[in-house]
């Protein structure tokens, strides 16, 4: 065997028997793994399939300590094998060299396992491997394999086991000490030999009854540290004595990490400590010894362990001989710094990333309701109720209406307290009902404030994403590093691809002929962790993302795929593509009404009650095709499903039962004249229909209950609905999102509350728009994947800071603090960042690809937007491939100016093209200037071009809608102030030709009117873009000098772009603001070259 | 009356109540004493004991029906061979309810002996759950703590002591007033297993405690407010009574006498005096 999934073998490393064998592997980064691979005969295959599916997916990718990590479960269909990857580890091994830390390892891992109700292991020399500091444990969940092929080892069997028991736990507990047996041949220590006595008990009631006990005992045996000097240790007098257990627990292993920051006032050195149990802080004296704070102990925190170093020395309140530690400290303290360092450029960018939700959050809590008060009492009449005195002349009193209207809740100290009951401006209370703070817990005086955490969870899981990337706990901690310092990272991940190769592998053929996005599939699935994908306008990013998703998926059928964007409109473009493959997918929104229609049947709520409702209708469909009675008995049948929701229901009686017998057939009647009650009735059921049948029906009477309470929260009085895969419980909405290959959420939504319980760890995360994601929201998925694939593109809009200008003002001061820029530091996305970053980097430019064909515009749209926005790279179809592509993308207007010649930037050559850019100029116009408001600019001029424009638009296309896909229009204006001037003055539904009717049967135009912002993402067949901005004098051309808002609005057009505007004006006195950081005046040379082609006319009308 | 309870008069009548309680020593102050106590959670891993659950039921009733293959016990209930609630069928086979066997190519199950059991209920099953028990424990007494029960309930032989006393407790990062408060010294980040595995399956009578889940302990500072009332003798030693007063519990009767944690205030203020 050469390969087995994606993995190339290297070696075998065990030979169980034919049909099971353990191979060293490497995957196509580099990386070595352990695979086991079983090749099943017919007879066994569903069997393993199914303790695989049961027993080991669920600790896929899981890091348990003393348990070796399983990457991959699948099966490879060419190798017809099974197959499990484990992490690989090239020092471990097999030796007699055991130690009591090895089994301590192991055993901590099997409690850990037990804790989950997983028990019972294949335990033998090959299942365990070991390196001087660690032992792991191998092919856990997999004794059925092995009992199933017969390879079980009785050496290492308990006793019960080999008698035909199952093995419980205890059965594990002696297999693991007779595996290390060794240990207690040469200890010679009493205490270990009476463990392993008890471990090894014959009979397993008299082992050990938890795994919690026999660690404890085991690591009481360990040695303390036994040096000659100790650190000097000093509690206060009052805590030395519930001090001993920590000290005694510190002498035998404790974990020291040193803070950065010295003491304000004593400079001194301060720190943490971890041992098993405890954890603490102390102070380094400059005397030599060391003050711990006894009174604040608390349970360990393992960044110290995983962070901090073992302590070489051990400690005593008077040692006999004590060694004077400071100095031993300021080696340590110094080395600290050091790597503070270094890592200071990472702290820098989160610092800033987290700066923006933060300052968002605290904007909204500041604009919250407060109102400070003197008093509060509770109210006489109610003593639930507690009564606030405001303070004196306090007067948002009409703020305190809607807030008692929304019905609002207030807090206290970050503590909620309750809802505005009443209030009295005569005597300036406020009266909170059913208070769920006691009197005595409320501060006497203080402030109610209004409870603004459901606006503001958004920016906290911001903050928090933000919090757990700097301590890399994250599903991959090596993103971390590439991300906050891409100019540091070194060589990794280069590996030769087989492109040739894949073009026979893609799924979507138009991917065969189009090299930048099949590279980029290839590239994503392989440059791991991190890709990214730049898209420009119409070339195909929904196509890479589903062609990716299914190479994955095919890769590895039980891989999770989170597809994630900002925006709820991205998601569902992608799992709409998704819809006509085979791959299971669920979209998880805050609400219904965010998920496009054709996605609402995958949608959390939507998608289990579909599947109930479809297992009900099989089921039923079942049931009657079994049935083979006649017509008559069929009548029986169905009475006999009414009488059992009778006898179901406990508030109806055989009563009941008779008047339901009434309204029967004659037929029907005959049977039960005689029946005094339910058990006669039963009789008679079971004589005249078959006993089978009667059975089923009754048992799917029970499924259908169980069914219908899949989705019901379970109360005091009823149970929801669970399965259960013989080690954990759960409902059957969270296992059939568990049993979902792909998810698609927004970025924010992802982190919600709602989902705690499911630990998401993806193998990929794609997310798309991500360069119009700030930093932090892009953080909060990144922290859940092992893989990271985005897409975007910095050359179109990035995102939005802020709309709030408080928030910038405190943006500003809070990065001013450290030296930053506001403009600087927030004017790129992180995906812009990365993208420079990676470009400057040789060891990451293969982790990043421009798709560079564009199969949107027609081809002089698509020459201008190139030679512009991105540096000539971006091309055109080549015509030869896709012959129809000029008549595709014809508008259909019938110009004077049929083709227009441009030089083509691929060939350098002047090509001619149809025309599909043309320039409504108003400059001969009476008055083509705008309004001049900087608050709220507008242009009549250029309102009335429009109207014009529509008009005789919607003359050229008389028999638009009843065409198979009718035109659309966008109006785009580039200031909001034109936008809501021209939805004031133009009615779209006057130009009938664009006018529909939409599925709930309302009239809809095909024209849009808005702002770039709100198209970016979408298209239409014609754009007319308004620049709105001309003076009679020499201006500024304002933030239209920001050429990315210029490419997103131009490039929306699929068949014409319409400019209107001043070309005078821009060609003769607009100007860049010389503070601007863009500097190259796109629009202008854009305006100077359709000029030069001749496509600038008055009125459309001279084109036509 | 002493001078420090002239100042207190609202007090009086506790004084004309308790002046007389100690021989040899004389009333010397009343005052409001917070003590300290903890709120804690800790997760522990229990046993428990249930009948089989309802789909598990649903499918032995199917075999028990003569429906015996996985194919047609999937298509009965309407689903597909490899929909994700068939993991049922693994637990089952796990906990030996049916075996399965092979038969042309086609898995078949068969109710075993145990699985009859669990059909009929003579039998239950025995799994472990991870619950997050909240517990209150006693900082002074260092031992667990029931609000509903009368602190020196357990050590006291008379069994006429009222049990529902339901003491309050203040979240004491909460509590601005300044009264005398004896600081939090013993938060149980280690507590005796034995002890607490009895409290815990004295709390929880279905759940049988196996194991802590991990060493994590959550633990918040709360204070009960009593009343401490103090005696000195002729040598200037003195005592503390600590009794029960309204801010002290939900439902007042009368000023009873905590008396264990009157002998740790008195060694307390001993040690650290006033």
């Given at each position: 065997?050469?390969?087995?999934?994606?993995?190339?073998?290297?070696?075998?490393?065990?030979?169980?028997?034919?049909?099971?064998?353990?191979w060293?592997?490497?995957?196509s980064?580099?990386?070595?793994?352990?695979i086991?691979?079983?090749?099943?005969?017919?007879?066994?295959?569903?069997?393993?399939?199914?303790?695989?599916?049961?027993?080991?997916?669920?600790?896929?990718?899981?890091?348990?300590?003393g348990?070796?990590?399983?990457?991959?479960?699948?099966?490879?269909?060419?190798?017809?094998?099974?197959?499990?990857?484990?992490?690989?580890?090239?020092?471990?091994?097999?030796?007699?060299?055991?130690?009591?830390e090895?089994?301590?390892?192991?055993?901590?891992?099997?409690?850990?396992?037990?804790?989950?109700?997983?028990?019972g292991?294949y335990?033998?020399?090959?299942?365990?491997?070991?390196?001087?500091?660690?032992?792991?444990?191998?092919?856990?969940?997999?004794?059925?394999?092995?009992?199933?092929?017969?390879?079980?080892?009785n050496?290492?069997?308990?006793?019960?086991?080999?008698?035909?028991?199952?093995?419980?736990?205890?059965s594990?507990?002696?297999?693991?000490?007779?595996?290390?047996k060794?240990?207690?041949?040469?200890?010679?220590?009493?205490?270990?030999?009476?463990?392993?006595?008890?471990?090894l008990?014959?009979?397993?009631?008299?082992?050990?009854?938890?795994?919690?006990?026999?660690?404890?005992?085991?690591?009481q045996t360990?040695?303390?540290?036994?040096?000659?000097?100790?650190?000097?240790?000093?509690?206060?007098?009052?805590?030395?004595?519930?001090f001993?257990?920590?000290?005694?627990?510190?002498?035998?292993?404790?974990?020291?990490?040193?803070?950065?920051?010295?003491?304000?006032?004593?400079?001194?050195?301060?720190?943490?400590?971890?041992?098993?149990?405890?954890?603490?802080?102390?102070?380094?004296?400059?005397?030599?010894?060391?003050?711990?704070?006894?009174?604040?102990?608390?349970?360990?925190?393992?960044?110290?362990?995983?962070?901090?170093?073992?302590?070489?020395?051990?400690?005593?309140?008077?040692?006999l001989?004590?060694?004077?530690?400071?100095?031993?400290?300021?080696?340590?303290?110094?080395?600290?710094?050091?790597?503070?360092?270094?890592?200071?450029?990472?702290?820098s960018?989160?610092k800033?990333?987290?700066?923006?939700p933060?300052?968002?959050?605290?904007?909204?809590?500041?604009?919250?309701?407060?109102?400070?008060?003197?008093?509060?009492?509770?109210?006489?009449?109610?003593?639930?109720?507690?009564?606030f005195t405001?303070?004196?002349?306090?007067?948002?009193?009409?703020?305190?209406?809607?807030?008692?209207?929304?019905?609002?809740?207030?807090?206290?100290?970050?503590?909620?307290?309750?809802?505005?009951?009443?209030?009295?401006?005569?005597?300036?209370?406020?009266?909170?009902?059913?208070?769920?703070?006691?009197?005595?817990e409320?501060?006497?005086?203080?402030?109610?404030?209004?409870?603004?955490?459901?606006?503001?969870?958004?920016?906290?899981?911001?903050?928090?994403?933000?919090?757990?990337?700097?301590?890399?706990?994250?599903?991959?901690p090596?993103?971390?590093?590439?991300?906050?310092?891409?100019?540091?990272?070194?060589?990794?991940?280069?590996?030769?691809?087989?492109?040739?190769?894949?073009?026979?592998?893609?799924?979507?053929?138009?991917?065969?002929?189009?090299?930048?996005?099949?590279?980029?599939?290839?590239?994503?699935?392989?440059?791991?962790?991190?890709?990214?994908?730049?898209?420009?306008?119409?070339?195909?990013k929904?196509?890479?993302?589903?062609e990716?998703?299914?190479?994955?998926?095919?890769r590895?059928?039980?891989?999770?795929?989170?597809?994630?964007?900002?925006?709820?409109?991205?998601?569902?473009?992608?799992?709409?593509?998704?819809?006509?493959?085979?791959?299971?997918?669920?979209?998880?929104?805050?609400?219904?009404?965010?998920i496009?229609?054709?996605?609402?049947?995958?949608s959390?709520?939507?998608?289990l009650?579909n599947?109930v409702?479809?297992?009900?209708?099989?089921?039923e469909?079942?049931?009657?095709?079994?049935?083979t009675?006649s017509?008559?008995?069929?009548?029986?049948?169905k009475?006999?499903?009414?009488?059992?929701?009778?006898?179901?229901?406990?508030?109806?009686?055989?009563?009941?039962?008779?008047?339901?017998?009434?309204?029967?057939?004659?037929?029907?009647?005959?049977?039960?004249?005689?029946?005094?009650?339910?058990?006669?009735?039963?009789?008679?059921?079971?004589?005249?229909?078959?006993?089978?049948t009667?059975?089923?029906q009754?048992?799917?009477?029970?499924?259908?209950?169980?069914?219908?309470?899949?989705?019901?929260?379970?109360?005091?009085n009823?149970?929801?609905?669970?399965?259960n895969?013989?080690?954990?419980?759960?409902?059957?909405?969270?296992?059939?999102?568990?049993?979902?290959?792909?998810?698609?959420?927004?970025?924010?939504?992802?982190?919600?509350?709602?989902?705690?319980?499911?630990?998401?760890?993806?193998d990929?995360?794609?997310?798309?728009?991500?360069?119009?994601?700030?930093?932090?929201?892009?953080?909060?998925?990144?922290?859940?994947?092992?893989?990271?694939?985005?897409?975007?593109?910095?050359?179109?809009?990035?995102?939005?800071?802020?709309?709030?200008?408080?928030?910038?003002?405190?943006?500003?001061?809070?990065?001013?603090?450290?030296?930053?820029?506001?403009?600087?530091e927030?004017?790129?996305?992180?995906?812009?960042?990365?993208?420079?970053?990676f470009?400057?980097?040789?060891?990451?430019?293969?982790?990043?690809?421009m798709l560079?064909?564009?199969?949107?515009?027609?081809?002089?749209?698509?020459?201008?937007?190139?030679?512009?926005?991105?540096?000539?790279?971006?091309?055109?179809?080549?015509?030869?491939?896709?012959p129809?592509?000029?008549q595709?993308k014809?508008?259909?207007?019938?110009?004077?100016?049929?083709?227009?010649?441009?030089?083509?930037?691929?060939?350098?050559?002047?090509?001619?093209?149809?025309?599909?850019?043309?320039?409504?100029?108003?400059?001969?116009?009476?008055?083509?200037?705008?309004?001049?408001?900087?608050?709220?600019?507008s242009?009549?001029?250029?309102?009335?071009?429009?109207?014009?424009?529509?008009?005789?638009?919607?003359?050229?296309?008389?028999?638009?809608?009843?065409?198979?896909?009718?035109?659309?229009?966008?109006?785009?204006?580039?200031?909001?102030?034109?936008?809501e001037?021209?939805?004031?003055?133009?009615?779209?539904?006057?130009?009938?030709?664009?006018?529909?009717?939409?599925?709930?049967?309302?009239?809809?135009?095909?024209?849009?009117?808005?702002?770039?912002?709100?198209?970016?993402?979408?298209?239409?067949?014609?754009?007319?873009?308004?620049?709105?901005?001309s003076?009679?004098?020499?201006?500024?051309?304002?933030?239209?000098?920001?050429y990315?808002?210029?490419?997103?609005?131009?490039?929306?057009?699929?068949?014409?772009?319409?400019?209107?505007?001043?070309?005078?004006?821009?060609?003769?006195?607009?100007?860049?603001?010389?503070?601007?950081?863009?500097?190259?005046?796109?629009?202008?040379?854009?305006?100077?070259?359709?000029q030069?082609?001749?496509?600038?006319?008055?009125?459309?009308?001279?084109?036509? | 009356?002493?001078?420090?309870?002239?100042?207190?008069?609202?007090?009086?009548?506790?004084f004309?109540?308790?002046?007389?309680?100690?021989?040899?020593?004389?009333?010397?102050?009343?005052?409001?004493?917070?003590?300290p106590?903890?709120?804690?959670?800790?997760?522990?891993?229990a046993?428990?004991?249930?009948?089989?659950?309802?789909?598990?039921?649903?499918?032995?009733q199917?075999?028990?029906?003569?429906?015996?293959?996985?194919?047609?016990?999937?298509?009965?209930?309407?689903?597909?061979?490899?929909s994700?609630?068939?993991v049922?069928?693994?637990?089952?086979?796990?906990?030996?309810?049916?075996?399965?066997?092979?038969?042309?190519?086609?898995?078949?199950?068969?109710?075993t002996?145990?699985?009859?059991?669990?059909?009929?209920?003579?039998?239950k099953?025995k799994?472990l759950?991870?619950?997050?028990?909240?517990?209150?424990?006693?900082?002074?007494?260092?031992?667990?703590?029931?609000?509903?029960?009368a602190?020196?309930?357990?050590?006291?032989?008379?069994k006429?002591?009222?049990?529902?006393?339901?003491?309050?407790?203040?979240?004491?990062?909460r509590?601005?007033?300044k009264?005398?408060?004896?600081?939090?010294?013993?938060?149980?980040?280690?507590?005796?297993?034995?002890?607490?595995?009895?409290?815990?399956?004295?709390?929880?009578?279905?759940?049988?405690?196996?194991?802590?889940?991990?060493?994590?302990?959550?633990?918040h500072?709360?204070?009960?407010?009593?009343?401490?009332?103090?005696?000195?003798?002729?040598?200037?030693?003195?005592?503390?009574?600590?009794?029960?007063?309204?801010?002290?519990?939900?439902?007042?009767?009368?000023?009873?006498?905590e008396?264990n944690?009157?002998?740790?205030?008195?060694?307390y203020?001993?040690?650290?005096?006033?």
């Amino acid at each position: 065997m050469n390969t087995i999934g994606e993995f190339l073998i290297i070696q075998n490393l065990k030979h169980f028997n034919n049909e099971i064998n353990l191979w060293l592997a490497e995957s196509s980064d580099g990386s070595s793994f352990e695979i086991l691979t079983i090749k099943s005969e017919t007879h066994k295959k569903q069997q393993v399939e199914r303790i695989l599916k049961n027993e080991i997916q669920f600790l896929s990718k899981k890091d348990i300590p003393g348990i070796q990590k399983i990457v991959q479960v699948d099966f490879d269909e060419t190798q017809d094998h099974h197959f499990v990857v484990y992490e690989g580890g090239s020092n471990f091994e097999y030796s007699d060299e055991l130690s009591i830390e090895n089994l301590i390892q192991v055993l901590k891992g099997l409690d850990h396992l037990k804790k989950g109700n997983r028990f019972g292991y294949y335990i033998a020399p090959d299942a365990l491997s070991h390196n001087l500091d660690e032992a792991r444990l191998r092919f856990v969940g997999l004794y059925d394999v092995f009992k199933l092929y017969n390879l079980l080892d009785n050496q290492y069997l308990a006793p019960e086991v080999i008698d035909g028991n199952k093995p419980n736990f205890q059965s594990d507990i002696y297999s693991i000490f007779n595996l290390f047996k060794s240990i207690v041949e040469d200890c010679n220590n009493e205490t270990i030999e009476s463990i392993f006595t008890k471990a090894l008990s014959k009979q397993r009631i008299e082992r050990y009854r938890n795994y919690g006990e026999v660690i404890l005992l085991l690591e009481q045996t360990l040695k303390p540290i036994r040096n000659n000097t100790a650190i000097k240790i000093i509690v206060k007098d009052e805590y030395r004595e519930s001090f001993k257990p920590v000290l005694e627990e510190m002498n035998r292993s404790c974990f020291l990490k040193l803070n950065e920051q010295l003491t304000k006032e004593k400079r001194q050195i301060t720190g943490q400590f971890a041992t098993g149990n405890y954890g603490g802080r102390f102070f380094v004296n400059g005397e030599g010894y060391i003050f711990v704070l006894a009174n604040k102990i608390s349970t360990p925190h393992h960044t110290i362990s995983e962070n901090g170093f073992l302590s070489p020395y051990g400690f005593s309140f008077e040692p006999l001989q004590y060694m004077n530690c400071f100095d031993f400290f300021k080696i340590n303290w110094q080395e600290t710094n050091q790597l503070a360092r270094l890592n200071k450029a990472k702290s820098s960018n989160l610092k800033k990333w987290q700066t923006l939700p933060k300052m968002e959050r605290e904007f909204i809590e500041e604009k919250a309701f407060k109102a400070k008060y003197t008093k509060c009492n509770v109210s006489k009449t109610n003593n639930t109720n507690l009564v606030f005195t405001l303070t004196k002349g306090f007067k948002n009193w009409e703020q305190i209406k809607v807030l008692k209207r929304n019905e609002v809740k207030l807090i206290i100290d970050d503590n909620e307290i309750g809802k505005i009951h009443d209030y009295n401006q005569g005597t300036d209370t406020l009266i909170i009902k059913d208070a769920y703070l006691t009197i005595e817990e409320i501060p006497k005086t203080g402030e109610l404030i209004e409870d603004v955490k459901i606006e503001t969870s958004q920016y906290k899981k911001q903050v928090e994403a933000c919090e757990k990337f700097v301590n890399r706990d994250v599903v991959n901690p090596d993103l971390c590093t590439i991300l906050a310092t891409p100019e540091n990272v070194p060589e990794f991940n280069h590996i030769p691809l087989e492109y040739q190769d894949f073009e026979n592998e893609v799924f979507n053929p138009y991917l065969k002929t189009d090299d930048t996005q099949r590279e980029a599939v290839l590239e994503a699935l392989h440059r791991k962790p991190i890709y990214l994908i730049q898209g420009p306008p119409g070339t195909g990013k929904t196509t890479v993302i589903v062609e990716l998703i299914q190479q994955i998926i095919k890769r590895n059928s039980n891989a999770k795929i989170l597809v994630t964007s900002q925006s709820n409109l991205a998601v569902d473009n992608v799992l709409e593509r998704l819809l006509p493959t085979d791959i299971l997918f669920m979209r998880l929104a805050a609400s219904e009404d965010r998920i496009s229609e054709s996605i609402k049947e995958h949608s959390f709520y939507t998608k289990l009650s579909n599947w109930v409702t479809n297992t009900q209708k099989l089921s039923e469909q079942y049931l009657d095709s079994q049935i083979t009675t006649s017509k008559v008995d069929k009548a029986l049948l169905k009475f006999y499903k009414s009488y059992l929701n009778v006898k179901a229901d406990k508030k109806r009686d055989f009563n009941d039962f008779q008047n339901l017998l009434k309204i029967q057939n004659r037929y029907v009647k005959g049977f039960f004249e005689n029946a005094k009650n339910f058990k006669e009735v039963d009789k008679i059921f079971d004589a005249q229909i078959q006993t089978k049948t009667s059975k089923l029906q009754s048992i799917k009477q029970e499924w259908f209950a169980f069914l219908n309470n899949a989705q019901t929260p379970a109360d005091k009085n009823k149970k929801q609905s669970m399965i259960n895969n013989g080690s954990e419980e759960i409902d059957l909405q969270t296992a059939l999102l568990k049993s979902t290959n792909v998810i698609g959420a927004t970025c924010i939504h992802i982190a919600s509350g709602q989902y705690n319980d499911i630990d998401f760890n993806f193998d990929y995360v794609i997310m798309d728009e991500s360069s119009k994601a700030t930093p932090a929201e892009n953080l909060v998925p990144i922290n859940m994947g092992q893989n990271i694939v985005l897409i975007g593109d910095h050359k179109q809009l990035p995102p939005v800071i802020t709309r709030e200008n408080a928030v910038k003002k405190k943006i500003k001061i809070e990065l001013e603090d450290d030296g930053l820029d506001m403009e600087k530091e927030y004017g790129e996305s992180l995906f812009e960042k990365l993208i420079l970053e990676f470009e400057q980097n040789p060891n990451l430019q293969n982790n990043i690809k421009m798709l560079d064909i564009q199969y949107r515009m027609p081809r002089q749209l698509g020459n201008l937007i190139s030679k512009n926005f991105y540096k000539e790279k971006l091309k055109n179809p080549d015509i030869t491939i896709l012959p129809d592509y000029d008549q595709d993308k014809n508008h259909g207007l019938k110009l004077s100016k049929p083709n227009t010649k441009f030089i083509d930037v691929v060939t350098k050559k002047e090509i001619e093209a149809p025309t599909s850019v043309i320039m409504i100029s108003t400059s001969n116009a009476e008055s083509p200037y705008d309004n001049d408001n900087k608050f709220k600019r507008s242009n009549n001029c250029n309102k009335d071009a429009i109207k014009q424009i529509l008009a005789e638009i919607n003359k050229q296309y008389p028999n638009n809608i009843n065409e198979e896909e009718p035109k659309t229009i966008g109006v785009i204006a580039g200031y909001r102030g034109q936008v809501e001037l021209l939805e004031k003055s133009i009615d779209v539904k006057k130009y009938k030709n664009f006018n529909t009717i939409n599925p709930n049967g309302r009239k809809e135009s095909l024209i849009d009117i808005n702002t770039v912002d709100k198209f970016q993402g979408a298209e239409r067949d014609i754009i007319i873009y308004d620049i709105v901005k001309s003076s009679k004098g020499k201006s500024n051309i304002g933030f239209l000098d920001d050429y990315r808002r210029i490419n997103v609005a131009f490039s929306r057009a699929k068949k014409l772009l319409i400019i209107v505007g001043d070309s005078e004006y821009i060609l003769k006195r607009a100007t860049l603001n010389p503070k601007s950081k863009f500097e190259e005046f796109k629009l202008k040379t854009i305006v100077a070259d359709l000029q030069q082609q001749g496509v600038i006319v008055n009125q459309l009308k001279e084109l036509l | 009356m002493s001078k420090t309870v002239e100042f207190n008069p609202k007090y009086k009548n506790i004084f004309n109540q308790f002046k007389d309680n100690h021989i040899e020593y004389e009333l010397t102050n009343i005052f409001e004493i917070l003590l300290p106590f903890w709120e804690c959670t800790k997760n522990i891993v229990a046993e428990t004991e249930t009948d089989i659950d309802r789909f598990s039921q649903i499918i032995l009733q199917t075999i028990d029906a003569n429906i015996t293959s996985h194919k047609e016990i999937c298509a009965f209930l309407g689903i597909k061979e490899e929909s994700f609630v068939t993991v049922q069928f693994h637990f089952l086979i796990k906990n030996e309810m049916i075996v399965e066997s092979i038969i042309d190519n086609e898995t078949h199950y068969k109710i075993t002996y145990d699985g009859k059991a669990f059909l009929q209920k003579k039998k239950k099953l025995k799994s472990l759950e991870t619950i997050p028990f909240r517990f209150k424990y006693n900082d002074m007494l260092q031992s667990f703590f029931n609000p509903d029960i009368a602190i020196d309930q357990e050590r006291d032989k008379k069994k006429n002591l009222k049990k529902a006393t339901e003491y309050k407790l203040l979240e004491t990062r909460r509590l601005d007033y300044k009264i005398i408060e004896i600081k939090h010294n013993n938060k149980p980040y280690k507590i005796n297993t034995l002890e607490l595995a009895t409290f815990f399956n004295q709390q929880y009578p279905n759940l049988s405690f196996f194991d802590e889940e991990t060493n994590k302990i959550e633990a918040h500072r709360r204070s009960i407010s009593f009343l401490a009332i103090e005696y000195t003798d002729v040598m200037g030693v003195k005592r503390y009574d600590i009794r029960r007063h309204k801010k002290t519990v939900h439902k007042f009767d009368k000023n009873d006498l905590e008396e264990n944690l009157s002998k740790y205030v008195t060694g307390y203020f001993a040690k650290f005096p006033l």
